[in-house]
């Protein structure tokens, strides 16, 4: 196994059900972190820029977005809060070191919390908790905290993902403290969390390259971009790599452009190293789950195993003898 870690860099994936305050939260994190201009107007829902997202005010496509604190570059990866949306939640997982769960403090942890939860911790990613909505006049703190300390009991699949921190946090007033007695104005408790207890990514940047595809788009300009982690090596604009697709196949392509988050906003960079989320373009006919390798060490990474869609549809013509 890689033992280099990249210090500079936290994957961070966020965990919430519907309506607990998870892109409230990630909106405060990106308001504080400077991300926008002093001048700048910002909404709401920030991450949410799906027209179905906003209009439910729910996530449904996971997306990416990096802030800056004390010179570590966090990796922020919003998650659906739904297992209808199964396949969004494993490709992202694979993306992230650590995760935040978040809890409402009314509410406490919900099925789909659990569902999501369960293949974050599957996939050995390391946990945080956030009970956040605490100005609520009925939240009921203690009581979340032990619900969520049993459901750890019931997921966790090693000792050591029992020993988790716990934040208290107002997302809607923008403030953490991991002490409820303690004084708080924003999220640097919070912040500082993140930095302490997520680990930095495994990866050396001098290894030959291999990126595994957990995502991608399409630029009308650049045609199909492919989003992923880099596992090892060094993304560099203009090298040959090879795609190695699930079946196997291997053909050659150029890197026509290389792209890192920053902010809210995908930054055209010359090379990016072991550890961060990139998106790459000029690799052609990329599916999820293929490999992005070395020319000369093609070797695929193991791909992701998508789960079945939870409701399925078949629309026929009607064939019954009443029809018409």
């Given at each position: ?9 936290r994957n961070?994936a966020?965990?919430a ?6 892109t ?16 700048q107007?910002?909404g709401?829902?920030?991450m949410?820029t ?10 449904i496509?996971a997306k ?7 010179g570590?570059?966090?990796?922020i990866i919003?998650t659906p809060g739904h297992?209808d949306?199964s ?9 992230a ?8 403090a009314?509410?406490?942890?919900m099925p789909q ?5 369960r293949?974050?911790?599957?996939q ?7 009970i956040?909505?605490?100005?609520r006049?009925?939240a ?14 019931e997921?966790?699949?090693?000792p050591e993902q029992?020993?988790?921190p716990?934040?208290?946090t ?12 303690t ?11 993140i930095?302490?207890f ?6 050396d940047?001098?290894?030959p390259?291999q ?8 630029d ?24 190695v ?8 392509h150029?890197l026509?452009?290389v792209?890192?988050?920053r902010?809210l906003?995908?930054?055209?960079v010359e ?7 990139v ?13 992005v ?10 791909t992701i195993e ?5 409701v399925k549809m078949t ?10």
């Amino acid at each position: 196994m890689e033992t280099r870690r990249n210090p500079g860099i936290r994957n961070l994936a966020i965990i919430a059900h519907v309506d607990h305050g998870k892109t409230t939260l990630v909106d405060a994190l990106l308001k504080q972190s400077s991300v926008f201009r002093a001048n700048q107007q910002v909404g709401e829902l920030i991450m949410d820029t799906n027209p179905l997202e906003r209009e439910r005010g729910i996530t449904i496509l996971a997306k990416n977005a990096s802030i800056t604190y004390k010179g570590v570059k966090i990796n922020i990866i919003d998650t659906p809060g739904h297992a209808d949306f199964s396949g969004e939640v494993e490709r992202i997982m694979n993306m992230a070191d650590g995760c935040l769960l978040l809890v409402d403090a009314v509410d406490g942890p919900m099925p789909q919390t659990t569902y999501v939860l369960r293949q974050a911790l599957s996939q050995n990613v390391t946990p945080m908790v956030v009970i956040n909505k605490i100005d609520r006049p009925e939240a009921r703190v203690p009581e979340v905290v032990e619900m969520v300390q049993d459901l750890f009991l019931e997921l966790a699949t090693e000792p050591e993902q029992l020993d988790f921190p716990i934040l208290y946090t107002s997302a809607r007033y923008g403030y953490a403290t991991m002490d409820l007695a303690t004084p708080r104005q924003d999220m640097q408790a919070l912040f500082d969390a993140i930095l302490e207890f997520i680990p930095a990514p495994l990866g050396d940047p001098e290894a030959p390259l291999q990126l595994l595809v957990a995502a991608l788009d399409y630029d009308n300009y650049l045609g199909q971009v492919a989003i992923g982690r880099l596992f090892r090596g060094t993304a560099r604009l203009g090298d040959q790599v090879a795609l190695v697709s699930r079946d196997g196949q291997v053909s050659s392509h150029k890197l026509q452009r290389v792209f890192v988050f920053r902010g809210l906003e995908r930054v055209e960079v010359e090379e990016a190293v072991a550890g961060d989320i990139v998106a790459l373009t000029g690799v052609e006919n990329v599916a999820i789950g293929d490999t992005v390798a070395a020319v000369d060490q093609a070797e695929a990474l193991p791909t992701i195993e998508i789960e079945e869609p939870t409701v399925k549809m078949t629309f026929g013509a009607n064939t019954s003898p009443l029809m018409g």
